[in-house]
Protein backbone atom coordinates (compact mmCIF):
# COMPACT_ATOMS: atom_id res chain seq x y z
CA UNK A 1 0.00 0.00 0.00
CA UNK A 2 1.46 3.37 -0.98
CA UNK A 3 2.22 6.10 2.01
CA UNK A 4 -0.92 8.32 0.57
CA UNK A 5 -3.43 5.29 1.10
CA UNK A 6 -3.66 4.03 -2.52
CA UNK A 7 -4.02 0.39 -3.03
CA UNK A 8 -2.07 0.32 -6.14
CA UNK A 9 1.00 2.15 -5.54
CA UNK A 10 3.42 1.47 -8.38
CA UNK A 11 1.70 3.85 -11.01
CA UNK A 12 3.46 7.34 -11.76
CA UNK A 13 1.95 10.65 -10.52
CA UNK A 14 -0.17 12.12 -12.41
CA UNK A 15 -1.55 15.98 -12.26
CA UNK A 16 -4.39 15.38 -15.05
CA UNK A 17 -6.27 12.65 -13.08
CA UNK A 18 -6.03 10.18 -15.87
CA UNK A 19 -5.05 7.49 -13.28
CA UNK A 20 -7.95 8.69 -10.69
CA UNK A 21 -9.67 4.88 -11.36
CA UNK A 22 -6.82 3.47 -11.08
CA UNK A 23 -5.90 4.31 -7.59
CA UNK A 24 -8.36 2.67 -4.87
CA UNK A 25 -7.55 4.92 -1.48
CA UNK A 26 -9.45 3.29 1.66
CA UNK A 27 -11.51 6.36 1.26
CA UNK A 28 -12.96 5.13 -1.94
CA UNK A 29 -13.42 1.53 -0.62
CA UNK A 30 -15.10 3.01 2.20
CA UNK A 31 -17.47 4.84 -0.03
CA UNK A 32 -18.22 2.12 -2.32
CA UNK A 33 -19.27 -0.27 0.49
CA UNK A 34 -21.69 2.15 1.57
CA UNK A 35 -22.75 2.74 -1.41
CA UNK A 36 -23.46 -1.34 -2.05
CA UNK A 37 -24.60 -1.18 2.24
CA UNK A 38 -22.62 -3.49 2.68
CA UNK A 39 -19.29 -4.05 4.70
CA UNK A 40 -16.72 -6.96 3.35
CA UNK A 41 -15.04 -8.74 6.01
CA UNK A 42 -12.00 -9.73 3.99
CA UNK A 43 -11.91 -6.36 1.55
CA UNK A 44 -9.47 -8.08 -0.83
CA UNK A 45 -12.51 -9.89 -1.80
CA UNK A 46 -13.32 -6.41 -3.46
CA UNK A 47 -10.27 -5.24 -4.25
CA UNK A 48 -10.22 -8.56 -6.90
CA UNK A 49 -13.96 -8.06 -7.73
CA UNK A 50 -12.84 -4.52 -9.26
CA UNK A 51 -9.49 -5.71 -10.48
CA UNK A 52 -9.76 -5.90 -14.32
CA UNK A 53 -7.98 -8.78 -16.80
CA UNK A 54 -5.31 -5.64 -17.62
CA UNK A 55 -3.92 -6.02 -14.19
CA UNK A 56 -3.73 -9.78 -14.16
CA UNK A 57 0.10 -9.38 -13.58
CA UNK A 58 0.24 -6.92 -11.51
CA UNK A 59 -2.02 -7.92 -8.88
CA UNK A 60 -1.03 -11.99 -8.96
CA UNK A 61 -3.41 -13.16 -11.48
CA UNK A 62 -6.22 -12.36 -8.82
CA UNK A 63 -8.53 -10.15 -10.82
CA UNK A 64 -12.70 -10.40 -10.64
CA UNK A 65 -13.15 -12.96 -13.68
CA UNK A 66 -13.39 -15.94 -11.17
CA UNK A 67 -15.67 -14.11 -8.92
CA UNK A 68 -17.46 -12.66 -11.94
CA UNK A 69 -18.73 -16.23 -12.91
CA UNK A 70 -19.66 -16.72 -9.76
CA UNK A 71 -21.58 -13.80 -9.06
CA UNK A 72 -23.37 -14.36 -12.72
CA UNK A 73 -24.70 -18.17 -10.96
CA UNK A 74 -25.69 -16.34 -7.97
CA UNK A 75 -27.49 -13.51 -9.87
CA UNK A 76 -29.56 -15.99 -11.55
CA UNK A 77 -31.14 -17.88 -8.54
CA UNK A 78 -31.88 -14.90 -6.66
CA UNK A 79 -34.21 -13.16 -9.58
CA UNK A 80 -35.25 -16.64 -10.49
CA UNK A 81 -36.59 -16.59 -6.81
CA UNK A 82 -37.69 -13.26 -6.49
CA UNK A 83 -39.84 -13.70 -10.11
CA UNK A 84 -41.36 -16.92 -8.65
CA UNK A 85 -42.46 -15.12 -5.49
CA UNK A 86 -43.62 -12.17 -6.65
CA UNK A 87 -45.71 -13.80 -9.31
CA UNK A 88 -46.71 -17.34 -8.48
CA UNK A 89 -49.39 -17.42 -11.43
CA UNK A 90 -46.77 -16.74 -13.91
CA UNK A 91 -45.86 -19.70 -15.91
CA UNK A 92 -42.06 -20.37 -16.93
CA UNK A 93 -43.17 -19.14 -20.21
CA UNK A 94 -43.51 -15.88 -19.05
CA UNK A 95 -41.13 -16.00 -16.27
CA UNK A 96 -38.04 -16.74 -18.52
CA UNK A 97 -37.59 -13.77 -20.63
CA UNK A 98 -37.91 -11.42 -17.77
CA UNK A 99 -34.86 -13.51 -15.72
CA UNK A 100 -32.92 -13.45 -18.98
CA UNK A 101 -33.80 -9.41 -19.39
CA UNK A 102 -33.23 -8.68 -15.66
CA UNK A 103 -29.74 -10.84 -15.68
CA UNK A 104 -28.87 -9.52 -19.11
CA UNK A 105 -25.57 -6.89 -19.80
CA UNK A 106 -27.58 -3.73 -20.47
CA UNK A 107 -29.51 -4.30 -16.71
CA UNK A 108 -26.03 -5.26 -15.52
CA UNK A 109 -24.18 -2.27 -16.82
CA UNK A 110 -27.25 -0.16 -15.50
CA UNK A 111 -27.09 -1.03 -11.83
CA UNK A 112 -23.09 -0.40 -12.23
CA UNK A 113 -23.53 2.84 -13.44
CA UNK A 114 -26.38 3.17 -10.19
CA UNK A 115 -23.40 2.59 -8.23
CA UNK A 116 -20.71 4.31 -10.07
CA UNK A 117 -18.68 1.04 -10.90
CA UNK A 118 -17.27 2.71 -13.65
CA UNK A 119 -14.98 5.21 -10.48
CA UNK A 120 -13.84 2.54 -8.87
CA UNK A 121 -12.71 -0.25 -11.53
CA UNK A 122 -8.99 -0.88 -11.03
CA UNK A 123 -7.16 -0.85 -15.02
CA UNK A 124 -4.14 -0.54 -16.88
CA UNK A 125 -3.05 3.10 -18.16
CA UNK A 126 -4.39 1.74 -21.39
CA UNK A 127 -7.55 0.92 -20.49
CA UNK A 128 -8.52 4.16 -19.03
CA UNK A 129 -7.40 6.03 -21.34
CA UNK A 130 -9.10 4.03 -24.43
CA UNK A 131 -12.53 4.87 -21.92
CA UNK A 132 -12.98 1.16 -21.21
CA UNK A 133 -13.87 1.56 -17.56
CA UNK A 134 -17.26 2.87 -19.28
CA UNK A 135 -17.71 -0.07 -21.85
CA UNK A 136 -21.20 -1.87 -21.14
CA UNK A 137 -19.29 -5.21 -20.78
CA UNK A 138 -16.72 -4.03 -18.34
CA UNK A 139 -19.64 -2.45 -16.51
CA UNK A 140 -21.52 -5.77 -16.73
CA UNK A 141 -18.93 -7.52 -15.79
CA UNK A 142 -17.67 -6.10 -12.53
CA UNK A 143 -21.13 -5.66 -11.29
CA UNK A 144 -21.57 -9.39 -11.09
CA UNK A 145 -17.79 -9.38 -10.06
CA UNK A 146 -19.08 -7.46 -6.38
CA UNK A 147 -21.98 -10.06 -6.29
CA UNK A 148 -20.00 -13.04 -6.25
CA UNK A 149 -17.48 -11.25 -3.95
CA UNK A 150 -20.23 -10.39 -1.44
CA UNK A 151 -21.59 -14.07 -1.79
CA UNK A 152 -17.69 -15.06 -1.22
CA UNK A 153 -17.76 -12.69 1.96
CA UNK A 154 -21.08 -13.00 3.49
CA UNK A 155 -23.02 -15.90 1.91
CA UNK A 156 -26.36 -16.26 -0.01
CA UNK A 157 -28.33 -14.03 2.30
CA UNK A 158 -26.43 -10.94 2.24
CA UNK A 159 -26.04 -11.61 -1.75
CA UNK A 160 -29.87 -11.88 -2.06
CA UNK A 161 -30.15 -8.71 -0.08
CA UNK A 162 -27.66 -6.70 -2.74
CA UNK A 163 -29.75 -8.16 -5.41
CA UNK A 164 -32.90 -6.55 -3.81
CA UNK A 165 -32.47 -3.52 -3.06
CA UNK A 166 -31.01 -3.19 -6.85
CA UNK A 167 -32.89 -4.81 -8.84
CA UNK A 168 -36.72 -5.01 -7.63
CA UNK A 169 -37.40 -1.18 -8.79
CA UNK A 170 -36.17 -2.80 -12.01
CA UNK A 171 -38.70 -5.78 -12.26
CA UNK A 172 -41.50 -4.43 -14.94
CA UNK A 173 -43.14 -6.88 -16.43
CA UNK A 174 -45.55 -6.43 -19.14
CA UNK A 175 -45.28 -2.39 -19.05
CA UNK A 176 -44.51 0.29 -16.62
CA UNK A 177 -47.62 -0.53 -14.38
CA UNK A 178 -47.30 -4.51 -14.00
CA UNK A 179 -46.98 -4.27 -10.10
CA UNK A 180 -49.48 -1.70 -10.24
CA UNK A 181 -51.78 -3.67 -11.73
CA UNK A 182 -51.17 -6.46 -10.24
CA UNK A 183 -51.33 -4.50 -6.83
CA UNK A 184 -55.20 -3.36 -7.84
CA UNK A 185 -56.22 -6.23 -8.77
CA UNK A 186 -55.21 -7.95 -5.35
CA UNK A 187 -57.16 -5.09 -3.11
CA UNK A 188 -60.04 -5.68 -5.22
CA UNK A 189 -60.35 -9.34 -4.83
CA UNK A 190 -60.19 -8.65 -1.35
CA UNK A 191 -62.79 -6.37 -1.44
CA UNK A 192 -60.78 -3.31 -0.32
CA UNK A 193 -60.68 0.14 -1.68
CA UNK A 194 -58.31 1.07 -4.43
CA UNK A 195 -54.79 1.53 -3.67
CA UNK A 196 -53.75 5.24 -3.12
CA UNK A 197 -50.58 6.72 -3.73
CA UNK A 198 -49.14 10.15 -2.65
CA UNK A 199 -46.27 12.34 -3.62
CA UNK A 200 -44.11 13.55 -0.72
CA UNK A 201 -41.62 14.81 -2.42
CA UNK A 202 -39.54 15.98 -5.51
CA UNK A 203 -35.53 17.17 -5.62
CA UNK A 204 -33.03 16.12 -7.62
CA UNK A 205 -32.00 18.77 -10.84
CA UNK A 206 -35.11 18.88 -13.36
CA UNK A 207 -33.25 16.31 -15.92
CA UNK A 208 -32.66 14.16 -13.25
CA UNK A 209 -35.21 14.32 -10.56
CA UNK A 210 -36.25 12.11 -7.81
CA UNK A 211 -39.44 11.45 -6.86
CA UNK A 212 -40.61 9.75 -3.51
CA UNK A 213 -44.40 8.38 -3.10
CA UNK A 214 -46.40 6.97 -0.58
CA UNK A 215 -48.62 4.31 -1.01
CA UNK A 216 -51.74 3.64 1.44
CA UNK A 217 -53.68 0.20 0.94
CA UNK A 218 -56.12 -1.07 3.80
CA UNK A 219 -55.12 -3.18 5.97
CA UNK A 220 -50.95 -2.96 4.51
CA UNK A 221 -48.14 -1.26 6.27
CA UNK A 222 -47.72 1.91 4.75
CA UNK A 223 -44.76 2.09 1.68
CA UNK A 224 -42.90 4.63 0.76
CA UNK A 225 -40.65 4.26 -2.35
CA UNK A 226 -38.21 6.42 -4.96
CA UNK A 227 -38.21 6.71 -8.53
CA UNK A 228 -37.01 9.03 -11.74
CA UNK A 229 -40.50 10.14 -12.43
CA UNK A 230 -44.28 9.68 -10.36
CA UNK A 231 -44.78 6.73 -12.29
CA UNK A 232 -41.29 4.61 -11.53
CA UNK A 233 -42.08 5.86 -8.00
CA UNK A 234 -45.90 4.31 -7.77
CA UNK A 235 -44.26 1.42 -9.55
CA UNK A 236 -41.79 0.75 -7.31
CA UNK A 237 -44.00 1.37 -4.17
CA UNK A 238 -46.24 -1.40 -5.99
CA UNK A 239 -43.69 -3.75 -6.26
CA UNK A 240 -42.18 -3.25 -2.70
CA UNK A 241 -45.75 -3.81 -1.07
CA UNK A 242 -46.36 -7.09 -3.29
CA UNK A 243 -42.81 -8.49 -2.28
CA UNK A 244 -44.09 -7.98 1.40
CA UNK A 245 -47.44 -9.59 1.08
CA UNK A 246 -45.94 -12.17 -0.60
CA UNK A 247 -43.90 -12.96 2.23
CA UNK A 248 -46.26 -12.68 4.48
CA UNK A 249 -48.45 -14.86 3.01
Known amino acids: ?3 NGSL ?3 FPYDPLGIYLAMSLTKDKLVALQEILNYQFGNINILIHALTHSSLKQKHGGQTYERLEFLGDRVLGLVIAEMLIDMFPSWPEGKLA ?3 ASMVSGRTLADV ?7 DYILMSEGEIIAGNNLRQSVLADCCEAILGGIYSDGGLGKARLFVEHFWLPRIDLDGPEASKTELQEWAQGRGLPLPLYKILN ?3 PPHQPVFTVELTVEDCDIVIAEGGSKRAAE ?3 ATKLLKQLIKIS
Open 1 to 3: MAA
Open 8 to 10: VAN
Open 97 to 99: PKL
Open 112 to 118: ARTICLE
Open 202 to 204: REG
Open 235 to 237: QAA
